[in-house]
């Protein structure tokens, strides 16, 4: 796996693009590079699956045909078996209409036929960007389970009774709903929650998760619980997809 671009102030979005031509994946970097975001490139199915052990991405660009498996099944495990509800975007030589449909069928949000033009992929990368950041949060109040967030109050509440959370404590824990299913680094929550220049020990992430757990009553009475990765981060997720 490699990295290329510094995430800009601001901004911390992640890319993962998944591609077993040397080249392919270095240009495609070298054009990502001017639309604030960092890059990773893997170049198998099973590197993909490694990085997302340690990493929080937020969009993908997925070849078809790769070594170990095809891109097809990576869009099934990242849609199914990760739960990741980010865009995905497919970029391979494969142009048939079939393939189009299976792929949109199976949960892609674009496909792009190589060889790839710079101006265009930039341009649905950002477009696919725009679209996840509107939806990231999109109803004034958000619900998962029992566990309702008013947006506009900035309240919480559990089976409809309201609980006290401290304003960073609400960031956090709309933060993890939004992103169920996806392991979110404790670097990552710190630039979402606190800003990207904080200076702040990742403890603190931990202790306010802690409070988080306690004040929303995550776990078996809930439904739900937030999995701690060892050395990594969290991962917000239902009891029963454990």
């Given amino acids: ?62 070849d078809w045909l790769l070594p170990d498996t095809d891109g097809l099944q990576v869009l099934k495990y990242l849609r199914q078996d990760r739960q990741f509800s980010g865009p995905i975007l497919f970029s391979t030589q494969l142009e048939t209409e079939d393939c189009i449909v299976r792929a949109l069928d199976a949960g892609a949000d674009d496909y792009l036929v190589k060889p790839l033009r710079e101006k265009e992929f930039v341009a649905r990368v950002s477009a696919l960007k725009r679209r996840a950041n509107q939806r990231r949060m999109p109803e004034p109040v958000f619900q998962v389970g029992p566990i309702q967030l008013d947006m506009i109050s900035r309240t919480a509440y559990v089976d409809g009774e309201a609980v006290k959370m401290r304003p960073k404590e609400f960031e956090l824990a709309a933060c993890l709903l939004a992103r169920k299913g996806q392991l979110l680094t404790r670097e990552y929550l710190l630039n979402e929650v606190w800003g990207v220049d904080a200076d702040i020990d990742t403890r603190t992430v931990d202790m306010h998760m802690s409070r988080v757990r306690k004040a929303l009553k995550i776990g078996p009475e809930t439904g739900y619980y937030i999995k701690t990765v060892y050395q990594h981060g969290y991962r917000f997720e239902e009891l029963n997809n454990d």
């Fill in 1 to 62: 796996m490699r990295s290329q671009g510094d995430k800009c102030t601001g901004e911390n979005y992640t890319v993962c693009i998944l591609e077993d031509e040397q080249l392919q994946a270095d240009m495609m970097s070298s054009w990502l590079a001017g639309v604030e975001c960092q890059v990773i490139c893997c170049n198998t199915s099973s590197q993909l699956k490694k990085t997302l052990q340690s990493q929080t991405v937020d969009l993908f660009v997925l």
